[in-house]
């Protein structure tokens, strides 16, 4: 599906007039408040529509900072973005850190503690067909249309810059449905990570998915003194894991409630949503994050590559150890559980293991080092195998997670030894139409209702 963004002039300079005629009171009251937004630029062809978004601004004192790649200096037109604000600033970068490397780079470029509101956004790509994340199903634009509808749309601009600006209580304002908790294993990433960095954060932190939002100036200060610049920021895509881009995504919500703020939320297209809520009561029965329900343990890091926002079945089986297979590298060789290099480390193979480990940095996967098997090694000798942190494979018996464990098993108790294993399939293309098939949709009646609820009670979150 190609990128689509859509100008539709007309019909969206009725809804801002309409927006005005609403709320005029407020548009008079805050006029002389300075605003300031950021908007990064990735996909040229999104400006003819973010500009009918920026329209919106007229009647308020506002500037206007362009962030975007280097590699797109000659498609953008510069000339008709300084027609909507002649003084519009432009910052070109390299392609590091997404959208949150450039804004962390101008925001220390600008006096930004001189506004009363600063707006950050960017270009949302439309070229998904679909993803489910954050228990929501965006199909298209609708994650764009979120974003920006959220906190930019012909009344949601007027409601979100007074309430940054006159409400002491909130510090950032967003699309509801847009402020989200991670799942376990990206909440434990993040933490450890920005503890890495000397910031202290508590579990059930919120953060804005996507990044669009308002905010008072002074709950950006934490991220301008965060320690790291652009040459911190990996080169986009990034090589592995939760990158500093992301991390940092989540970090500028967290600020705002580190110092004492609230989040608001403002509800957009409820309707489309509640219409979609069956749908999503279909995905969410069969999300990776049901395995949590389960009583067993496992490696962040491991279930952020293979299993985050995919479609899963399991079950839990009885296995021989000898039975257990492993795949070398993405698409490689698959070789039974004896030919491992863990299992050959263990029979007194050190110089072998050493070089997978090497292997293993220089290609950006999961660190491993002799030392760490040693410890792991250490405590399952004393505290025996712990049965929570279950060994995982796929249903053709190919390990997904516990390779070093099943290799200490099969090395103590031998490769007849059986063990309990959950197998978990991914399900995608025909195998995900037909378990979607078989999942019980909740009525449309019941699902609109229970959508009006949420809507209701979305109006703020605090």
């Not at 679909?130 to 012909?154: C, H």
Request: some cysteine.
């Amino acid at each position: 599906m190609a990128n689509r963004y859509y100008q539709k002039g007309v019909r969206r300079g009725a809804a801002r007039a309409l927006g005005r005629a609403r709320y005029g009171a407020l548009i008079k009251k805050n006029s002389e408040k300075r605003i300031l937004v950021f908007l990064h630029l990735f996909y040229p062809e999104s400006w003819k529509e973010i500009r009918e978004y920026l329209h919106n601004f007229e009647g308020y004192e506002w500037d206007l900072c362009i962030t975007y790649p280097d590699f797109l200096e000659e498609k953008l037109d510069f000339d008709d973005i300084r027609k909507l604000n002649g003084k519009t600033r432009f910052f070109r970068f390299e392609n590091r850190g997404f959208d949150i490397g450039p804004f962390l780079t101008a925001l220390r470029q600008v006096d930004f503690m001189d506004y009363d509101v600063v707006f950050k956004l960017q270009s949302k790509g439309t070229h998904r067909p679909w993803i489910y994340i954050y228990r929501q199903l965006f199909v298209g634009r609708d994650w764009f249309r979120n974003l920006f509808e959220g906190i930019v749309g012909a009344g949601t601009i007027h409601t979100t810059i007074d309430a940054i600006a006159n409400d002491p209580a909130i510090g950032m304002c967003a699309a509801s449905n847009l402020i989200v908790h991670d799942p376990p294993h990206k909440e434990s990433m993040v933490l450890r990570k920005l503890d890495e960095y000397g910031i202290r954060a508590k579990k059930g932190y919120r953060f804005v998915a996507g990044t669009c939002f308002a905010v008072k100036p002074q709950c950006l200060q934490p991220l301008a003194d965060f320690p790291a610049g652009l040459e911190d920021f990996v080169p986009v895509p990034p090589s592995r894991g939760l990158s500093l881009g992301h991390i940092l995504e989540r970090y500028m919500t967290i600020a705002v409630t580190q110092q004492g703020f609230v989040l608001r939320g403002n509800r957009v297209m409820g309707l489309e949503r509640a219409f979609k809520s069956p749908l999503e009561h279909d995905f969410e029965a069969l999300s990776s994050e049901r395995l949590y329900d389960l009583p067993y343990e496992y490696d962040d890091e491991f279930f952020f590559w293979a299993l985050d926002h995919f479609m899963v079945k399991y079950r839990t089986k009885k296995i021989r150890l000898g039975d257990l297979r492993y795949r070398m590298g993405k698409e490689g060789e698959i070789i039974p559980l004896s030919a491992c290099v863990p299992y050959q480390y263990l029979q007194g193979n050190r110089e072998v293991y050493e070089e997978y480990c090497r292997i293993h940095e220089e290609s950006g996967r999961p660190l491993m080092s002799p030392q760490r098997y040693d410890a792991l090694i250490r405590s399952m000798e004393v505290d025996s195998f712990d049965g929570k942190h279950i060994i995982m494979v796929d249903e053709k018996n190919i390990l997904k997670d516990g390779q070093h464990r099943a290799c200490w098993l099969a090395h103590r108790y031998g490769l007849d030894h059986e063990i309990e294993v959950l197998e978990v399939k991914v399900l995608a293309g025909v195998d995900l139409a037909v378990e979607m098939a078989k999942v019980p949709v909740i009525s449309a009646g019941k699902a609109l209702a229970s959508a009006k609820g949420r809507i209701r009670s979305a109006e703020e979150m605090r």
